[in-house]
T-cell receptor, first 111, second 113 residues
Framework: DAKTTQPTSMDCAEGRAANLPCNHS???????VYWYRQIHSQGPQYIIH???NNETNEMASLIITEDRKSSTLILPHATLRDTAVYYC????????????FGAGTRLTVKP | KAGVTQTPRYLIKTRGQQVTLSCSPI?????VSWYQQTPGQGLQFLFE???????NKGNFPGRFSGRQFSNSRSEMNVSTLELGDSALYLC????????????FGPGTRLTVT
């Protein structure tokens, strides 16, 4: 699975969009980009995933660059409850569920 | 739909003892994976079970084992506990293997003294 690089921490004002970047320059053609988040003392929560097209769901939007070497998770209107560690994971959806989590980005939403 | 449940939520054990943790996946989910989370190592994959068979295993010693029952419920066992086994143990379920998203439980906080 390709290695990912994320900023260690970010701040965002409540009500504003939070844009969380992820670099995955060694991504291969069949690797998907997954995003999970972990709110303090809880288990990780799935947010969104995509291959090459931009994706949107009720939680967030995922923007993947045309060369697929980086992506951005967008929380359109961040709330205090979005304060969490956000993990970007790149993997081939093998016939297994082994998710390799890195250190992630600690997002703090401030009032 | 009920989420992934894990029992117990908190556990204190002594070095050398063994422990069994339980995970009930979301109804209909057939794959169960286990992860260990520590401040130093982060989230690490332990193993995955599907159709009562271990399908994949992370880099952990043989003291860590698990099993899955016919109703997809899973247990993991750690024998001869060491202080370094103190961690949050997380269970995740998914409908099938591969690209399906995983849903995590709240975890079991194990403290080894």
């Amino acid at each position: 699975d390709a290695k990912t690089t994320q900023p260690t921490s970010m701040d965002c004002a409540e009500g504003r969009a939070a844009n969380l970047p992820c670099n995955h320059s060694t991504i291969s053609g069949n690797e998907y980009v997954y995003w999970y988040r972990q709110i303090h003392s809880q288990g990780p929560q799935y947010i969104i995933h995509g291959l090459k097209n931009n994706e949107t769901n009720e939680m967030a939007s995922l923007i993947i660059t045309e060369d697929r070497k980086s992506s951005t998770l967008i929380l359109p209107h961040a709330t205090l409850r979005d304060t969490a560690v956000y993990y970007c994971i790149v993997r081939v959806p093998h016939n297994n569920n082994d998710m390799r989590f890195g250190a992630g980005t600690r997002l703090t939403v401030k009032p | 739909k009920a989420g992934v449940t894990q029992t117990p939520r908190y556990l204190i054990k002594t070095r050398g003892q063994q422990v069994t943790l339980s995970c009930s996946p979301i109804s209909g989910h057939r794959s169960v994976s286990w992860y260990q989370q520590t401040p130093g190592q982060g989230l690490q994959f332990l193993f995955e079970y599907f159709s009562e068979t271990q399908r994949n295993k992370g880099n952990f010693p043989g003291r860590f084992s698990g099993r899955q029952f016919s109703n997809s419920r899973s247990e993991m066992n750690v024998s001869t506990l060491e202080l370094g086994d103190s961690a949050l143990y997380l269970c995740a379920s998914s409908w099938d293997r591969g690209r399906y998203e995983q849903y995590f439980g709240p975890g079991t906080r194990l403290t080894v003294t």
